[in-house]
């Protein structure tokens, strides 16, 4: 009775063996043997690569440099210096230097420039981050886009520093091959009746 018992045992687990066995040839046939077809793609290769450079400003045009007048907000001409701060070495803030007191009403700025030396087309995302000492309420910026010869393609208009990283976050550009984005970062403080001491 037992020795039936054990041979019904050793055949029931000979059966599941050979069956999962079955299964196991299975399915590794379909990875080997199935298809899909997805035409219309194309690997392109090829370097990304870009550079990114502040200038400061300066008191007269300079060769090679940029010059550039503002309307809207701010009105007057800017120059800008023709050797720049390298953004990818130089980790210094690019502002960090300028004195604003209460009552300045002076508008200051920085041509911010970012060239795609690569041969694929480069997505750009603006990243600011504010150490502020209780000022950022005190002070409006903007940017303004320029094109080659230095035209404004807009018009400035006074933001609240407070908002410079959710503006950054908002803007992304497509620079393609062999050409650059240039903008000027133009501010400067509040109106004094409004700031304050």
């Given amino acids: 009775m037992k020795t039936k018992s054990l041979k019904t045992s050793i055949a029931a687990s000979v059966v599941c063996i050979l069956l999962c066995a079955a299964m196991l040839v299975g399915a590794t046939y379909a990875?080997?043997?199935d298809g899909a077809t997805n035409s219309g793609n194309v690997i392109t290769t090829g370097t990304l690569k870009i550079d990114a450079f502040a200038y400061d400003t300066v008191d007269e045009a300079q060769e090679n440099g940029t010059t550039v007048t503002l309307d809207g907000a701010v009105s007057g001409t800017f120059n800008f210096a023709s050797e720049g701060q390298n953004l990818k070495t130089d980790t210094t803030p690019i502002i960090n230097d300028v004195v604003i007191a209460p009552g300045d009403t002076e508008a200051y700025a920085k041509l911010v420039e970012v060239k795609n030396v690569g041969s694929l087309a480069a997505k750009v995302k603006l990243n600011f981050e504010i150490t502020d000492s209780g000022l950022a309420d005190a002070l409006w910026f903007d940017f303004v886009g320029i094109?080659?010869?230095?035209?404004?393609?807009?018009?400035?208009?006074k933001r609240d520093m407070a908002l410079i990283e959710q503006l950054g976050?908002?803007?992304e550009f497509v620079i393609e091959p062999e050409q650059n984005l240039r903008y000027v970062f133009i501010f400067g403080m509040n109106d004094p009746d409004t700031v304050g001491n």
């Fill in 31 to 33: 990875w080997f043997t």
């Fill in 169 to 171: 976050q908002a803007k």
């Fill in 147 to 157: 094109n080659e010869s230095g035209t404004v393609t807009g018009e400035i208009e």
